[in-house]
């Protein structure tokens, strides 16, 4: 059968990877989550603790010379799919609410978002393939067969998000959480590389008001139709 690119953005904590990776499983496609490779990089960089890189003062030969020493990798662990920093295992330490912020910040760097540009365009060469993001149908696959573009009221996602980290044993603010979400909003669309924007030809499914199952139905039947026009 006819294989794809499916290209799926969106804000944070709109659902972006369970609705990615139902996707997949569906259509016997590979997931890429490409928000995890951006906290990756933001924890090599933690660990570096070089404060000029937070101050983005670091040259860009320099930049380009600890980026080659970085390999990500993706793993299954129990049928679930964890990401790896130079051979570990790093999907606990990536998931907190301040490996979400780094990422968020590291992402703002041009040579950073290169080297991870090239690496996604590589893993799609075969296509059969769903990647999520903030630039997949933009930047990264700009000719992709199926563009997605999620959204839900920042009210709804500062919810998810905050069931998601009680639910890791964490005792988040809700107030803090939605102004989190607020920031990184922000963030995400007003940076000069490579901001979040809807591409032309992406298709919006707002999800605030749509349980899973009504989004799915959705979303397999607009795969479908991609995978056979
Ligand atoms: O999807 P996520 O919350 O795991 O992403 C973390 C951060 O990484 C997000 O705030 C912005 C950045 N990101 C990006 O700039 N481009 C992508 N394709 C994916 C994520």
């Not at 659902?15 to 016997?28: H, N, V």
């Not at 020493?69 to 964890?82: E, Y």
């Not at 700009?142 to 009221?153: D, I, M, V």
Request: aromatic letters at 6%; hydrophobic letters at 40%; one cysteine or more.
């Amino acid at each position: 059968m006819n294989k794809i690119i499916v290209a799926i953005d969106g804000y944070s904590s709109c659902g972006k990877s369970t609705i990615a990776k139902a996707l997949a499983k569906y259509a016997g496609y590979t997931y890429v989550d490409t928000g995890a490779m951006y906290r990756a990089i933001g924890l090599y960089f933690s660990k570096l603790k070089d404060e000029r890189l937070e101050l983005r003062e670091v040259d860009s030969e320099k930049l380009k010379e600890l980026l080659s020493q970085i390999h990500i990798g993706f793993i299954q662990v129990d049928g679930a799919q964890h990401v790896t920093l130079n051979g570990e295992d790093v999907e606990r330490q990536i998931r907190t609410l301040e490996a979400g912020n780094r990422a968020s910040q590291i992402s703002q760097i041009k040579e950073v978002r290169a080297f991870l540009v090239a690496q996604q365009q590589k893993m799609g060469e075969a296509k059969g393939i769903v990647m999520d993001g903030r630039d997949i149908g933009t930047v990264v696959f700009p000719k992709a067969e199926l563009k997605l573009f999620l959204t839900a009221s920042p009210e709804v996602r500062a919810q998810r998000r905050y069931d998601e980290l009680v639910e890791k044993g964490e005792h988040p603010d809700f107030a803090a959480v939605l102004a989190d979400v607020n920031d990184r909003d922000y963030r995400d669309t007003h940076r000069a590389e490579s901001p979040l924007r809807q591409a032309e030809d992406a298709i919006v499914v707002d999800n605030s008001h749509m349980t899973r199952e009504e989004q799915m139905e959705v979303i397999y039947g607009l795969f479908d139709k991609a995978v056979n026009s």
